[in-house]
């Protein structure tokens, strides 16, 4: 099973980033999907997306990006710097 959050800036996707404890590689969710999230009513905001055993794919959690944590194997650096760009 995958489990990725998705950071949006802006109405752009910033980070892709699989949740903690997962494997090194899971398949990400299908493009066409992220991008129909894009343009939630909020600049700043994260959604969850989670394949289940079947293949497909499903939302489990939108939440402001201000509360969503961050990954224990997502690049903090990397991320910052990208949310700084998006921001200023």
């Excluded at 949310?83 to 200023?88: E, M, V």
């Amino acid at each position: 099973m995958s489990v990725f959050t998705i950071f949006y800036v802006n109405h752009e996707i910033t980070t892709i980033c699989r949740n903690s404890g997962q494997e090194t590689y899971t398949p990400e969710p299908p493009k066409e999907l992220i991008e129909k999230y894009r343009n939630l009513d909020s600049h700043y905001y994260t959604v969850d997306y989670v394949e289940l055993e079947d293949g497909t794919w499903r939302i489990v959690e939108a939440g402001d990006g201000e509360v969503s944590g961050l990954s224990d194997n997502q690049d903090y650096e990397v991320y910052f710097r990208t949310l700084y760009q998006c921001f200023k």
